[in-house]
């Protein structure tokens, strides 16, 4: 089934998608700068560097950041992160984080994605509140002894975890994430990425083609999107039929 969060990072390497991450990942560290600008002191501005590097962010652009927060840049504006929730298609919730310095051209682009595709922009609250649970999430590279992960994995305050591909997603609650990540840090496991984040609570099946490649049209008009960080989503489509619309959508592409 596809089920998971669009995540800016996960765009592929084209020289658009490339400015955009780096973007991101620059208003994530000045967000995360906001609270102490020295990453030995300051664990969530440690993590933004670390992201940023692992998807190429040079030094500069990573220093620029920190400065844009302590005000040294001063052609640079305040970063703020914004939700924005609403419905796609079929009944589907979604909730989006943008990272934005210009709420006048962030808050109509939004409005402009959910309602173009068929979807409705809702109030703040109008999904989380029921339709999604916040905790935390890390992924990890997966390890060849799976039975000593498991030991290890028991001893923490974890909730769950999973397989997917080549990586391990652990999730916590939210106030256990600090305590199991800095566990997984004095192991000799990698962690790939590690963030605090909503998950749905159930999910809502997609049936119709309609709207399978509305849904697929608004997620891909979000993650190009300057502002958009990450988009979850209720969104419960079979491999079969995802298939079908991602077929759809490259048939259409390219045409003369």
């Not at 560290?29 to 190429?56: F, M, Q, V, Y």
């Not at 709420?103 to 959910?114: G, K």
């Not at 159930?202 to 891909?220: C, G, R």
Request: charge should be negative.
């Amino acid at each position: 089934m596809w089920r998971w969060p669009t995540v800016a990072g996960q765009k592929e390497a084209s020289a658009k998608a490339k400015s955009k991450i780096y973007n991101i990942h620059s208003k994530l560290i000045t967000l995360a700068a906001e609270k102490w600008s020295d990453p030995s002191i300051n664990a969530a501005l440690a993590d933004a560097i670390h992201s940023a590097k692992r998807d190429g962010v040079t030094s500069d652009v990573i220093e620029r950041a920190v400065k844009r927060w302590a005000g040294i840049d001063k052609d640079s504006s305040k970063v703020e992160e914004i939700f924005y929730e609403g419905y796609a298609p079929g009944g589907v919730a979604i909730i989006v984080r943008a990272l934005t310095d210009n709420r006048n051209r962030t808050a109509p682009s939004m409005r402009h994605i959910f309602s173009a595709f068929g979807g409705s922009l809702g109030e703040s609250g109008s999904v989380s509140n029921f339709a999604f649970e916040y905790g935390g999430e890390i992924r990890i590279a997966k390890p060849d002894d799976m039975d000593a992960f498991e030991m290890m994995i028991l001893d923490t305050s974890a909730e769950d975890y999973k397989i997917e591909w080549e990586e391990i997603i652990i999730t916590t609650a939210r106030e256990n994430y600090a305590s199991v990540k800095s566990a997984i840090e004095k192991t000799p496991y990698t962690i790939n990425s590690a963030s605090l984040g909503y998950r749905a609570k159930n999910y809502t099946e997609v049936t119709e083609m309609d709207n399978a490649l509305k849904i697929y049209k608004m997620l891909e008009e979000f993650a190009a999107d300057e502002d958009v960080e990450t988009v979850w989503n209720t969104a419960d489509i079979s491999d079969e039929l995802w298939k079908q619309v991602t077929e759809f959508v490259a048939s259409k592409k390219f045409r003369t």
